[in-house]
């Protein structure tokens, strides 16, 4: 089968579903798939070197990757910074993160989190609690003709957002932070023995 690339789409017969609406790298006998939005890839082993460097160079550039400062209006209007406008068509969402900030996602990777957490029982309290988390505090939001989107009052006094946001590319999803939020967070980035331990963790 060699290389094959495209986009992503709801019926597509690519490797399993769940595979398809990740949003993250998965390795299974020699074949690797990643999904960013809409678009899927995927790497057999008979593919050349040059050929897989090649499609890991496509998948970069549709990843959400840096940080920007962008400020609020008094309506909580955010713009997007252009690069991750360019990632984000279709629909997406935004929701409560896990560290005082907060989460876009694109649907394929909102999807992927509603199948995972609907996977788990209700009888699990964790996964009831988990469900409260991410879907009581989830909104669709749009981008408007001016690159922004309205950032919903609960959800801004949940990352006590008042006037800057800092926006951080993670991967498969986009993180809005508090500046005084993501100065602390990237205090513990900068750590260097922290740090140690987790790229040895990647056995790099």
């Known amino acids: 089968m060699g290389l094959r690339w495209g986009f992503f789409a709801e019926n597509a017969q690519f490797g399993s579903k769940k595979a398809q609406l990740s949003g993250y790298l998965l390795a299974k006998k020699g074949t ?3 999904t960013v939005g809409k678009l899927w ?3 057999v082993n008979s593919g050349t070197p040059g050929d897989r460097r090649s499609v890991f160079n496509e998948v970069i550039e549709h990843m959400f990757l840096g940080q920007y400062r962008h ?3 008094d309506k909580g209007r955010m713009i997007v910074p252009a690069r991750f ?3 984000l068509s279709g629909r997406i969402y935004l929701t409560q993160g896990f560290d005082n900030n907060l989460r876009v996602l694109p649907e394929a990777a909102f999807v ?3 199948e995972r957490v609907t996977e788990m029982s209700s009888t699990n309290p964790t996964a009831r609690q988990l469900r409260r ?7 669709q939001v749009d981008i408007d003709n001016n690159g922004r989107i309205l950032i919903p009052k609960y959800l801004r006094e949940v990352a006590n957002l008042t006037s800057e946001a800092i926006v951080v590319g993670v991967g498969e999803a986009v993180e809005i932070w508090s500046p005084e939020a993501w100065d ?3 205090q513990l980035l900068q750590d260097p023995e922290s740090n140690a331990e987790r790229f040895a963790a990647l056995d790099i």
């Open 184 to 186: 602390s967070q990237n």
């Open 85 to 87: 406008r360019d990632l």
């Open 41 to 43: 890839v995927k790497v």
């Open 133 to 139: 988390l991410i879907f009581s505090t989830a909104q």
């Open 112 to 114: 992927s989190i509603y």
């Open 32 to 34: 690797f798939i990643y």
């Open 71 to 73: 400020s609020l209006d």
